[in-house]
T-cell receptor
Framework: AQSVTQLGSHVSVSEGALVLLRCNYS??????LFWYVQYPNQGLQLLLK??????LVKGINGFEAEFKKSETSFHLTKPSAHMSDAAEYFC???????????FGTGTRLQVFP | GAGVSQSPSNKVTEKGKDVELRCDPI?????LYWYRQSLGQGLEFLIY????????KSGLPSDRFSAERTGGSVSTLTIQRTQQEDSAVYLC??????????????FGEGSRLTVL
């Protein structure tokens, strides 16, 4: 079975500061990992995904995530936060042999001027 | 439109009533998913369709919940005898045919259900 744990339901940063959103996964088979973003009153959209190619994955809007098997982590980072990054971020995992994405509980990112 | 379309966007109902939520996936997408988003609970998987069949309905919370998909396109999620704990945003997603793994899901904006 697969699962993800997102540490911190709320994260607050100042504009221009580093963004770090944590995600740890559990999977009995090689996982595929995803980060989705949900802006207020909108649906989810894909930020980036790891599918066993490069361990450092770059996504949209300057975000990136690194797959670390030894730590079972897939943390999301952005060097410099922008006000427009304020949203809810979801980490998700899928096993290579299923079609179901399992989502974490989400982390709400606030960006202060 | 080009995206996943869900209706209604908002539904307020009284406890005990039945509700139907509709999802119109992106044309050509063979797989369709329903998730429920509750405050503090993240996204909870409900059911997955491949074509018109549902290989995985393990997330349906009770027998009051059912879903169907017809013509490999539109899907309807039905909640019978609604309870207050059913209040949530119900999200639909679809994806194109892909061999093997899940790939990217394309989400609609959701149907917000409030049970009074």
């Amino acid at each position: 079975a697969q699962s993800v744990t997102q540490l911190g339901s709320h994260v607050s940063v100042s504009e221009g500061a580093l963004v770090l959103l944590r995600c740890n996964y559990s999977s009995s088979v090689p996982p595929y990992l995803f980060w989705y973003v949900q802006y207020p009153n909108q649906g989810l959209q894909l930020l980036l995904k790891y599918t066993s190619a490069a361990t450092l994955v770059k996504g949209i809007n300057g975000f990136e995530a690194e797959f670390k098997k030894s730590e079972t982590s897939f943390h999301l980072t952005k060097p410099s936060a922008h006000m427009s990054d304020a949203a809810e971020y979801f980490c998700a995992v899928s096993a290579t042999n299923t079609d179901k994405l399992i989502f974490g509980t989400g982390t709400r990112l606030q960006v202060f001027p | 439109g080009a995206g996943v379309s869900q209706s209604p966007s908002n539904k307020v109902t009284e406890k005990g009533k039945d509700v139907e939520l509709r999802c119109d996936p992106i044309s050509g997408h063979t797989a369709l998913y329903w998730y429920r988003q509750s405050l503090g609970q993240g996204l909870e998987f409900l059911i997955y369709f491949q074509g018109n069949s549902a290989p995985d309905k393990s997330g349906l919370p009770s027998d009051r919940f059912s879903a169907e998909r017809t013509g490999g396109s539109v899907s309807t999620l039905t909640i019978q005898r609604t309870q207050q704990e059913d209040s949530a945003v119900y999200l639909c997603a679809s994806r194109p045919p892909l061999a093997g793994w899940a790939g990217e899901l394309f989400f609609g904006e959701g149907s917000r259900l409030t049970v009074l």
